[in-house]
C-alpha cells in the first residue's frame, strides 16, 4: 500500500495505490488540525501489510507531517517535484495537473521505485546554530543592499562627487553620512579631516581624504534641508547596521565551521561564510552520486527548450535555493579581483 500525499497550506490531499495499482478517491484532509488523525489512520491501514507514504518537499509546510509519520513509526519517502512533473502526462496521457491526480502521481512514483526514504530527523545543534547565523547573514546582507540603494539615489542628488572617490559600500562613507548627514555638515567641521583619516586608518589614502573634503565644500549637489540631512544619516545608520549584523554572522559561522573537514575544504575556494550556506542548503557534497548532481541542487545546471527549427538558449535551471546561488556569486566576484582569474 504506497499513499502519495500532496500538501497544501491549510489542506493535503491523500491518495492511497494499491498493489494491483488500482486507486481509492482522494483524501481531504485539514492542515494541520487533522494531521494526527490521518496518521492514526494510516497505522489502522498499514497492519499486517507493508505501507509506505510519498510526499514531495514543499518547504516548511510538509515538516509537521514529516514529524507526526516518523514519530507514527510509518516510513516515509520523497519524490522529486521534477519528476512527478513530467510524470503527469504519462500517468493518464493529460499533461494537467491537479491536487488529486499530484497526490496519485506521488503513490505511483513511490511504488515503482522512484523515491527515497526521506525520515524526519532533527539536524544537529551545531547544524541548526548554522542555519540560523545563516539565515541571519543572508537576510542582514539583503536588508543593508536595499538601504544602500536608496542612499545612492539620495547622494546622486545632494554630493554626486562621494562616490567619485569612495565606494558607497564602503564603511567610511557610510560613517561619514551617519555622523553629517550630507556634505554641508563635513565641509563646516574643522576637524573633519583628522576624524576621516580615523575612521578609514591606514586603508585610506590622505588624498582620497582631502578630495572627497574638497568636494563637499564644493559640490554642485541639491542644497539639503533639515529634513534630508536627517534622512541620509539615518539611512546610513541602517546600512552600517546591517554591515555589523553580516560581519558578525560570518565570525561566528567561522567558529562553528572550525570542525567541520568538508566547510574547511570549500572554504579555500569560496571563503567560510559561503562554504556554510552550501552545507546549510544543500548537505554534504559526499552524499551525492557525482559532482553534476551536486551542480545541479545549486540550480546551476544548464537547461534548454528546443524544438524543431526554433533553438533555445542555454540558461541555468535556478533550481533549489535562490541563497546558494546569490552566495557563489559574491564568491565569484572576489574571484575576478585576484589573480590567476583577474588577469584572464
Not at 539639503?224 to 549584523?245: F, S
Request: positive net charge; charged residues 25%.
Amino acid at each position: 500500500m504506497h499513499v502519495g500525499v500532496d500538501m497544501g497550506k491549510r489542506a493535503f490531499l491523500a491518495v492511497v495505490r494499491w498493489e494491483d495499482g488500482r486507486f481509492e478517491r482522494p483524501w481531504l484532509v485539514e492542515n494541520p488540525g487533522e494531521i494526527r488523525e490521518f496518521v492514526d489512520l494510516l497505522r489502522r491501514a498499514g497492519r499486517g501489510r507493508e505501507l509506505t507514504v510519498a510526499m514531495e518537499p514543499t518547504g516548511t509546510y510538509g515538516d509537521a507531517m514529516r514529524q507526526a509519520l516518523s514519530d507514527g513509526g510509518l516510513r516515509l519517502e520523497r519524490v522529486s517535484p521534477k519528476g512527478a512533473h513530467d510524470y503527469a502526462e504519462v500517468f493518464d496521457g493529460v499533461p494537467s495537473q491537479h491536487d488529486g491526480k499530484d497526490a496519485a502521481v506521488v503513490a505511483e512514483l513511490a511504488a515503482l521505485g522512484k523515491s527515497r526514504e526521506w525520515r524526519y530527523e532533527p539536524p544537529s545543534e551545531v547544524d541548526q546554530e548554522m542555519a540560523y547565523w545563516v539565515d541571519w547573514m543572508d537576510a542582514e546582507r539583503v536588508q543593508g543592499s536595499m538601504w544602500l540603494g536608496r542612499l545612492e539615489g539620495l547622494l546622486a542628488r545632494h554630493w554626486p562627487e562621494a562616490t567619485r572617490w569612495l565606494k558607497l559600500s564602503s564603511a567610511t562613507l557610510l560613517r561619514i553620512l551617519q555622523e553629517y548627514g550630507g556634505p554641508g555638515g563635513l565641509a563646516e567641521d574643522g576637524r573633519a579631516f583628522s576624524r576621516v583619516s580615523s575612521w578609514g586608518r591606514h586603508y585610506l589614502a590622505e588624498e582620497k581624504v582631502g578630495g572627497l573634503l574638497a568636494s563637499a565644500a564644493d559640490t554642485v549637489g541639491v542644497r539639503q534641508t533639515t529634513i534630508d540631512v536627517r534622512r541620509m544619516q539615518v539611512y546610513a545608520g541602517q546600512a552600517l547596521a546591517a554591515r555589523r549584523e553580516v560581519e558578525r554572522s560570518k565570525r561566528r559561522l567561522a567558529d562553528l565551521a572550525r570542525g567541520n573537514p568538508v566547510i574547511q575544504a570549500q572554504a579555500r575556494a569560496v571563503g567560510v561564510a559561503t562554504a556554510c550556506v552550501l552545507w546549510v542548503h544543500l548537505g554534504d557534497p559526499h552524499e551525492y552520486s557525482c559532482a553534476a548532481a551536486y551542480r545541479k541542487a545549486m540550480g546551476l545546471n544548464l537547461a534548454e527548450y528546443s524544438s524543431g527549427q526554433y533553438q533555445g538558449r542555454l540558461r541555468i535551471s535556478k533550481r533549489g535555493a535562490s541563497q546558494v546561488r546569490r552566495w557563489l556569486y559574491f564568491a565569484a566576484l572576489r574571484w575576478v579581483q585576484r589573480e590567476p582569474v583577474k588577469r584572464w
